[in-house]
T-cell receptor, first 114, second 112 residues
Framework: DGGITQSPKYLFRKEGQNVTLSCEQN?????MYWYRQDPGQGLRLIYY???????QKGDIAEGYSVSREKKESFPLTVTSAQKNPTAFYLC?????????????FGPGTRLLVL | GENVEQHPSTLSVQEGDSAVIKCTYS??????FPWYKQELGKRPQLIID?????GEKKDQRIAVTLNKTAKHFSLHITETQPEDSAVYFC???????????FGRGTSLIVHP
């Protein structure tokens, strides 16, 4: 599980504020993902990217934005349009091939609203 | 799209007992079924996976079975230990570049 990092570990957001969560991987993986985890809800997909400069909406993309300017980086911005942002956010990466679909997760960022 | 149902949501067992977690999926094209374990406050990690060309796979005390006809797969943990306490997630995908769909998770509690 080494090789994929997230920062910060805890993040506090004020009303109307945009905040950005960092995700970096040095596994040379093509695909990267952002999930939101709430108690009893499992892992819900926010956005994913399979190549640089391209990304797709997941099941709950509203109020979030991403960029993929570099292969190793996939930051997530939680905008003021996301009315209930308090959750645990997990970033993941995978090789995106038929030989190894294992998703490797980062340690997560817990976002709290002040 | 794919829909994955996972049961039970909570499972409490005594140390040494067996534990079984079941998942069903809806898309018959799914052919890759991983299981992830998430200990409290930590990241999910892959513990075992199975592809649709096999019916069962074992790794020490854990095993996964797959019934393609019924579209369900299960995780079996034998001789449970307190360190098995965690949330377990199943997932299903068509493999390759397809995005996996996760179940809602099962919280397994193993009492010493």
């Amino acid at each position: 599980d080494g090789g994929i990092t997230q920062s910060p570990k805890y993040l506090f957001r004020k009303e109307g504020q945009n905040v950005t969560l960092s995700c970096e991987q040095n596994l040379n993986h093509d695909a990267m993902y952002w999930y939101r985890q709430d108690p009893g809800q499992g892992l819900r997909l926010i956005y994913y990217s399979q190549i640089v400069n391209d990304f797709q909406k997941g099941d709950i993309a509203e109020g979030y934005s991403v960029s993929r300017e570099k292969k190793e980086s996939f930051p997530l911005t939680v905008t003021s349009a996301q009315k209930n942002p308090t959750a645990f956010y997990l970033c993941a990466s995978s090789r995106d091939s038929g030989r190894d679909e294992t998703q490797y997760f980062g340690p997560g960022t817990r976002l709290l609203v002040l | 799209g794919e829909n994955v149902e996972q049961h039970p949501s909570t499972l409490s067992v005594q140390e040494g007992d067996s534990a079984v977690i079941k998942c069903t999926y809806s898309d018959s094209a799914s052919n890759y079924f991983p299981w992830y374990k998430q200990e409290l406050g930590k990241r999910p990690q892959l513990i075992i996976d199975i592809r649709s060309n096999v019916g069962e796979k074992k790794d020490q005390r854990i095993a996964v079975t797959l019934n393609k006809t019924a579209k369900h797969f299960s995780l079996h943990i034998t001789e449970t230990q307190p360190e098995d306490s965690a949330v377990y997630f199943c997932a299903a995908s068509q493999g390759g570049s397809y995005i996996p769909t996760f179940g809602r998770g099962t919280s397994l509690i193993v009492h010493p």
